[in-house]
């Protein structure tokens, strides 16, 4: 019994940072850099950015939308429900690169999304994890799970 209680008591302990690459690496730069462009994309409509950033395998989870595996309708998903209604702000200093050795890397932290059609609605940060692969000499998003 003691086995046990010493086993959720490491289950349960944080591990946040364990394992993230120091954020002045190349590579968190470059995680941190494409995160900024495709929000900027988001956040602005520009569908053909967001669209060059994603796999044609993308897989994204979304805890209330579920599972989306056509890029086609991730990308009008986006078109009809986040264009001019959305923005997305990434929470300082919560963004923790991990690298996935010989496929690229995993992004996660909080982001705050904010109802541009209700300013005044409360927004609170959600969790987000991003798969990014590094394919050739570019890189692309594999797989989202977004978490509200």
């Given amino acids: 019994m003691n086995y046990l209680k010493i086993i959720l008591l ?5 591990i946040t940072g ?11 730069k470059t995680i941190s850099g494409l995160d900024q462009q495709y929000f900027d994309a988001y956040n602005t409509c520009d569908l053909e950015t967001q669209a060059s950033l994603y796999a044609e395998d993308i897989k994204f989870y979304h805890d209330k939308g579920g599972l989306s595996t056509v890029k086609q309708d991730i990308m009008n998903a986006i078109e009809n429900n986040i264009c ?5 702000t990434l929470v300082p200093e919560s963004l923790e690169v991990h690298e996935i050795k010989d496929f690229g890397a995993i992004a996660m932290g909080l982001h705050t999304f904010y109802n541009n059609q209700e300013p005044d609605a409360p ?7 991003m798969i ?9 998003i594999a797989e989202v799970i977004s978490l509200h």
């Fill in 10 to 14: 490491i289950a349960f302990i944080p």
């Fill in 18 to 28: 364990i394992g993230q690459v120091a954020q002045d690496s190349e590579l968190f």
């Fill in 84 to 88: 001019n209604k959305v923005t997305r």
């Fill in 123 to 129: 927004s609170k940060p959600s969790k987000f994890i």
């Fill in 132 to 140: 990014w692969r590094h394919v050739d000499t570019r890189w692309e």
